[in-house]
């Protein structure tokens, strides 16, 4: 990688099939993701700024005093937008028990109503790259195998080109669908005993780019997304960080380093200029 033009480099997936841009970083595996955003990382340092965004497992955390609606909207449309192929989507969410079932209820009527396909009703398309629908399928073998519920379709729904709305429930936290970016319209939506126990789920994780906390409560959102280990984190809402230019957008972890957008973007891409004169002041003779 020698164009220092570059203004950022982003990793948007660990298969074979959709990691190979840019071709000075294969990444064919999770650990490839980190070696390659180290690898950038190194490289940057003789540049003067170059943000790295790798990897995401965007999360979801839905407190007990959450709007159920609001969430469940948020998620599926999260999770299923664009297929599911978006680098700051919702892949995991993390519903306090007490209301867990409800949410789970609602995603489900949600995710139900979508259909992938060309035509004009189509509420996405298809997978983008040859072989990421095989992964999204690996990724929801392996959870079911590992003892998650499928309450949604499952793996029946990976088709050659075209993936259908999956929910996963009950999923053990070191399923790779857990672990790893799925990049395709699954989300898995986990039960946990209170906040903070949702909060130290989310934190094990070693990519860090978005998530989100869901409570009607604007101090109880605000303390829980100050205590996430993120890059960006949203309060009742998902995404809003990559649709607003003035925040800075960037991860943590092995999901990046530095930022783009936002005064610290700009900030990362300014270079100082020196400016002087040799002129001396005029004299009269």
């Known amino acids: 990688m020698t164009d220092t033009t570059l203004s950022a ?8 099939a959709t990691g190979r841009q840019p071709a000075e970083y294969p990444v064919e595996g999770p650990d490839q993701i980190a070696e390659a955003v180290h690898r950038a990382q190194k490289a940057a340092a003789g540049w003067a700024a170059l943000p790295v965004i790798g990897a995401v497992i965007g999360a979801v955390i839905v407190a007990t005093d959450a709007d159920l609606d609001a969430a469940a909207d948020a998620i ?3 999770a299923m937008a664009n297929a599911g192929q978006t680098c700051v989507g919702v892949e995991r ?3 306090v028990r007490k209301v867990h079932q409800a949410l789970c209820d609602e995603v489900v009527e949600r ?8 035509g004009p009703d189509a509420a996405y398309g298809p997978m983008t790259m ?10 929801v073998n392996e959870a079911v195998a590992s003892g998650a519920r499928a309450v949604l379709d499952g793996v029946e729904s990976v088709s050659e080109a075209y993936v259908e709305p999956v ?3 009950d999923v053990p936290e070191h399923a790779t ?11 898995a939506v986990n039960a946990v005993a209170d906040l903070d126990k949702a909060i130290s789920r989310v934190n094990v994780s070693r990519y860090a780019l978005g998530a989100a906390v869901f409570s009607r409560n604007r101090r109880t959102g605000s303390e829980a997304a100050s205590r996430l280990r993120s890059g960006m984190v949203s309060v009742n809402s998902v995404l809003s960080f990559a649709s607003l230019p003035a925040l800075p957008f960037g991860g943590s972890g092995d999901s990046g380093f530095g930022r783009i957008h936002g005064e610290d973007g700009l900030r990362l891409r300014r270079a100082p200029v020196d400016h002087w004169s040799s002129a001396s002041p005029r004299r009269s003779i």
């Open 9 to 16: 480099v982003a990793f948007t997936s660990h298969s074979p």
């Open 76 to 78: 599926v449309w999260g």
């Open 93 to 95: 969410v993390h519903a």
């Open 111 to 118: 995710a139900r109503a979508l259909r992938p396909g060309r």
């Open 130 to 139: 040859p072989g990421q629908a095989a992964v999204v399928e690996r990724h």
């Open 167 to 169: 929910v996963l429930v």
């Open 177 to 187: 669908v857990m672990t790893e970016e799925t990049l395709g319209p699954t989300v």
